[in-house]
């Protein structure tokens, strides 16, 4: 079935996902907030900053009236940066009075309010609405998914209904998607992994090879997890596309922006240049403010969160950060607490 679908966000990911949705049949409008974009993927069919050298199809229109670009519809994905979120959220509230299946592919959490993006969502939109909310996370460039590449990627939501409802829109021969209850867990796996993702380019930069990368990784994943249990997220996520999948993309891939931004640091770069290098967002960055004071005050250790923290946030050099992390007592690999067990 042929569904109306609005995509919130013309970068990398929005640009992607829309074409996803289009090879299915689906009529796909796409919301941009900049005009030279707009007529570019109208008129030339390209969006060349953000996906150089792909053809957007014609079942895609791009508007930047908020309007219109949810008109008729039922369905909204929102792909924003993090620090978006709650403006484009009251702008939808203000141009809808239809209830709507909410689907998220963006990954952050908030600085401040610690808040994961589907709590941003039911925050800034009146419940009525909010039909439901849906998160779509998992191992997946954009520069791969629009060369309809095989990829994996799941849909996450409290209602499994809305779970299958997502996997059914986006679903076809080279992107498969599998179901998955723990909204907690996916967000925080996809959020986190963008700190150990900065880590592992910070370890690339400096000339380490494949054990340090190894390391970034493994032990990432036993912080993530450590968090996400606290949280009361299912431990088995974490071993998913969401946590391990997600982290493994991530930290190895040149087409991570996070992983890029971590080259850069190890390098020498500031920290305010390396965004403005990459042109596209660094989600890790502020997810990494967040995610260690969350941290601390839940009382959960995150080792490298706080090392790339310190290195972000208080000038910390690198190579400090690096011989600190290697040089703390020596401890058990495996903790049952870990997993929220005692
Ligand atoms: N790229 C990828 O492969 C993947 C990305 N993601 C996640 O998706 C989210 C978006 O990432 P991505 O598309 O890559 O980022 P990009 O930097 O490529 O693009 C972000 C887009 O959002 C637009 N934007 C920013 N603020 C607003 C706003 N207030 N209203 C409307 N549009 C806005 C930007 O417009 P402009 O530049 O004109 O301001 C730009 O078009 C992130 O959370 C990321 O972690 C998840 C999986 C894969
Ligand atoms: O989330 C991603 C792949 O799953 C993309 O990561 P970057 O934002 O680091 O490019």
Redesign the pocket.
Known sequence: MSNHITV?????????LSIVLADNGHEVML????HE?INEINNNRTNE??LPGIEIPKSIQCTGDMGQALEGTEIVLL??????IR??CKQISTNTNVPLTIIH????IEPGSYKRISEMILEEIPEKLVKDVVVL?GP????E?SLRQPTTITSASSNLQAAELVQSLFMNAYFRVYTNPDIVGVELG?AIK?IIALGAGVCHGLGYGDNAKAALITRGLTEITRLGCKMGANPLTFAGLTGVGDLIVTCTSV?S?NWRAGDLIGKGYAIDEVEKELG??V?GIRTTEAAFHLAQSLGVEMPITKAIYEVLFQGKEVNRAVHELMDRGGKDEISIKDLGLS
């Not at 792909?79 to 978006?84: D, G, I, L, N, S």
């Not at 592919?105 to 952050?108: E, L, R, T």
């Open positions: 919130i966000g013309a970068g990398s990911w929005g640009t992607a919301y941009s907030h900049n974009q900053k953000y792909v924003v940066p993090t620090k978006a403006e484009v592919a963006s990954k952050g996370s997946s460039h954009a520069e998914v996809g963008n087409h922006r596209m967002v989600e």
